[in-house]
């Protein structure tokens, strides 16, 4: 089975960074479409970043160039690198895969908070 898990969440500054972590069992990341969606409370869910295993990558406009997500396929675990947050980005953050970044989502980890709060 599939398990995507998430860590690396928490409370920072405005300003600060965090570096969130997913890694994956039952799927190869190497192989497949990796990303992050966001939900903030009362909102629905916010695509951030898709990056399709070409290496091809698009950034949603709200976090371009503040987040940056990465591979390291020996550890089969993606990340996602936050800098200059801001209080706006408060929300909980899932990893997800997808076959190709033009499809739907097919796997979600169960979500981390993160906390942007002076």
């Known amino acids: 089975q599939v398990q995507l898990v998430e860590s690396g969440g928490g409370t920072v500054q405005p300003g600060g960074s965090l570096r969130l972590s997913c890694t994956a069992s039952?799927?190869?990341?190497?192989?497949?479409?990796i990303g992050w969606v966001r939900q903030a409370p009362g909102k629905g869910r916010e695509g951030l970043v898709c990056s399709n295993s070409d290496g091809r990558t698009d950034y949603s406009d709200s976090v371009n160039g503040r987040f940056t997500i990465s591979r390291d396929n020996g550890k089969n675990t993606q990340f996602l690198q936050m800098n200059s947050l801001k209080p706006e980005d408060t929300a909980v953050y899932y990893c997800t895969t997808a076959p190709i970044c033009a499809y739907d989502w097919d796997f979600w980890g169960r979500g981390t908070q993160v906390t942007v709060s002076s």
């Open positions: 039952g799927i190869t990341l190497e192989n497949v479409a």
